[in-house]
T-cell receptor
């Protein structure tokens, strides 16, 4: 099992550009989430999904869109990148039977 | 408003001694707590957890204590090893009618274990 995979590992964007961060899991987990990690702020939830076709907002959803068309994939879209979105992004998955979430290796995004 | 707080940004201990990492929370409805460990350039990995119906959970060198009346939990690492040097995050499961997969994280504490 690859677990949770994220691509790309690094990305530099200019203000106003758009991009999609990819996340995939092969554990057949129903739940998937996106977090961002910023210094002194811990991990903050952006969006999450409890199953294909079902998504909801987390603590910091502004500027991000998600969709969940399959159980395996949960892409995060930045519609118009801003310097405030410079961060490390983590995708995670879990199942209803467990509380523990499994995290991907992260994507480091810089917006100039 | 930070519902899960780790007030110590960093902690330094000597190898072989005990490391105690602390976490406070504000919502008495939290029913499950977790600790994650994170190395640089890697994703967080699950370390240990505790349900609100317990006050202690032990796994090898790691023990988590929960004090519900004080809304406080702590992670004890005994004995500490240099490989334990990492950022440790405390997290709480968002309360609701069932586990929704939402976790609320603290700010993290950077542990340095000196040889």
């Amino acid at each position: 099992n690859a677990g949770v995979t994220q691509t790309p590992k690094f990305q530099v964007l200019k203000t106003g550009q758009s991009m999609t961060l990819q996340c995939a899991q092969d554990m057949n987990h129903e739940y998937m989430s996106w977090y961002r990690q910023d210094p002194g702020m811990g991990l903050r939830l952006i969006h999450y999904s409890v199953g294909a076709g079902i998504t909801d907002q987390g603590e910091v959803p502004n500027g991000y869109n998600v969709s969940r068309s399959t159980t395996e994939d949960f892409p995060l879209r930045l519609l118009s990148a801003a310097p405030s979105q410079t961060s490390v992004y983590f995708c995670a998955s879990s199942s209803p039977e467990i509380y523990e979430q499994y995290f991907g290796p992260g994507t480091r995004l810089t917006v100039t | 408003d930070q519902q899960v707080k780790q007030n110590s940004p960093s902690l330094s201990v000597q190898e072989g001694r005990i490391s105690i990492l602390n976490c406070d929370y504000t919502n008495s409805m939290f029913d499950y707590f977790l600790w994650y460990k994170k190395y640089p350039a890697e994703g967080p990995t699950f370390l240990i957890s505790i349900s609100s119906i317990k006050d202690k959970n032990e796994d090898g060198r790691f023990t988590v204590f929960l004090n519900k009346s004080a809304k406080h939990l702590s992670l004890h690492i005994v004995p500490s090893q240099p490989g334990d040097s990492a950022v440790y995050f405390c997290a709480a499961s968002d309360p609701g009618s069932s586990n929704t997969g939402k976790l609320i994280f603290g700010q993290g504490t950077t542990l340095q274990v000196k040889p």
